[in-house]
């Protein structure tokens, strides 16, 4: 039979090279939930992305990241529903509170501005 021939350098070599791949996936993980977070608008997936005292520079004004990020994506998701009237003719975005039984109007687009227009708090 063949001879064990795995040094304790190819042992290193290999562990070393697993922990880069172990490195990578928890990064990638990462990426994947802030992405998730930015695009449907969930604020609690992308806070721990920024230091305190982080910065965001997406337009025109720089922001603290943790003061402001719900804002940003309040109107980040108001300018991707804008986007095409085609497809949406106006939307209205509402948050709900932590027992879930009152949603208050946060943001929206090309909303009716007379009697028809949207509540600005629903409660159960």
Known sequence: MGENIMTDKSWE????RLTAIEDKEQIRNRLYRYARGVDRAEVALT???YWEDGVLAFGSEPMIAHENMEAYTREHAAKVLD???A???FAAIYLLDDERKT???LAG???P???AGPTHEISR
């Open 13 to 16: 070599d290999i562990d070393r």
């Open 47 to 49: 806070h721990d992305f």
């Open 83 to 85: 986007a095409n009237p």
């Open 103 to 105: 949603a208050r109007l």
């Open 87 to 89: 497809d949406i003719p």
């Open 113 to 115: 501005t007379d009697h």
């Open 109 to 111: 687009t090309r909303l």
